[in-house]
């Protein structure tokens, strides 16, 4: 190269003389060595590239599935946790209306049996009045036949009559 720069120069500086025979050999060589480059540099450097790219195209088109797949799972989860919520929320409602019922149905139940009680309370205390009056009905009744009979068999003054009150009553109370 060097001799064709010398050449050149000198050509230049003594009437243009160019050597073609070298140029068409350098020529010649630099199409070899582009053609040796092209079949033994250029095709497996291209095949390296070509399976280099694919490789990345498919790690790209893997990436993107994953994460396709993966917002699609977040996706159902998010589904799955606001049912699980609202579940959540029917069981809490449903439980507070059926501790409302019972509660309403022990109270119900608690005055249904208060007024019974009372009725029965009632009752008894009708039936023990009625005893009372009765026994009473018979002590009188009583206390009239002892009273009729002393009177019966003497004559009694104003006096009289009232001690003899008096002594029947305070019998009939100690009879009790």
């Known amino acids: 190269m060097l001799t064709n ?3 050149l120069a000198t050509a230049a500086e003594g009437g243009g003389h160019i050597n073609t025979g070298d140029i068409f050999f350098q020529l010649i060589v630099f199409i070899i060595l582009l053609a040796l480059l092209k079949k033994f540099a250029w095709g497996p450097l291209m095949g390296i590239m070509k399976t280099r790219e694919e490789h990345i195209g498919n790690e790209i ?6 994460r396709l797949e993966a917002e699609k799972i977040l996706q159902e989860q998010r589904n799955l946790l606001k049912e699980a919520r609202t579940d959540a929320q029917n069981l809490i409602e449903a439980a507070k209306k059926q501790g409302e019922l019972q509660r309403e149905e022990i109270v119900a139940a ?4 208060s007024e019974r009680i009372k009725e029965a309370a009632k009752l008894e205390i009708e039936q023990q009045k009625e005893k ?5 009905r018979e002590q009188v009744a009583s206390l ?6 002393k009177v019966i068999e003497k004559e009694l003054t104003a006096a009289d009559q009232d001690q003899l009150i008096n002594e029947y009553i305070k019998e009939a109370g100690e009879e009790r």
Do not use: D, W
């Open 144 to 149: 009239s036949v002892l009273i009729a009979s």
């Open 132 to 136: 009372a009056v009765a026994a009473i």
């Open 110 to 113: 608690s005055r249904t049996e």
């Open 5 to 7: 720069s010398f050449v």
């Open 61 to 66: 088109s893997a990436a993107e599935n994953s």
